[in-house]
């Protein structure tokens, strides 16, 4: 009798083992879900974080390709602008020793070279 209710305690024991070790191997299957639902979770929000990153990147990227644009825009007009003066005086110092020339043959006489300088300059400065 004693060894059947030795036997029936192990059975109980063995019984109550199997027990708590199908609801450790319940809750440690819970607790991965949980911490694989979590890690999920945060992978998702570090790809939002990157995605909003990006976005942003390309943002200022794009910002700072407009503004060196019009920078481009704003020196290239100052250099045609200068070059324009340029040869706006090229071509009043043109016009004035044509015109002198002409006046010259006009009158048919010489203008010496003080003279000519002091009227080309004159005109230079009419036109």
Do not use: F, P
């Not at 029936?8 to 440690?28: H, M, N, P, V, W």
């Amino acid at each position: 009798m004693q060894a059947l209710s030795e036997r029936q305690k192990k059975i109980a024991e063995g019984l109550e083992a199997a027990t708590r070790a199908s609801q450790d191997l319940e809750l440690a299957q819970q607790k991965a879900t949980d911490n694989l639902r979590e890690a999920k979770e945060q992978a998702q929000a570090i790809i939002e974080q990157a995605t909003r990153r990006a976005t942003q990147l390309i943002d200022e990227s794009k910002e700072q390709a407009r503004a060196e644009g019009e920078r481009l825009k704003v020196a290239a007009q100052a250099d045609i602008e200068q070059e324009v003066n340029r040869a706006r005086e090229v071509l009043r110092a043109e016009v004035a020793t044509l015109a002198v020339a002409g006046a010259e043959k006009i009158l048919g006489s010489h203008i010496d070279n003080g003279a000519n300088d002091k009227l080309v300059d004159q005109l230079v400065a009419e036109l």
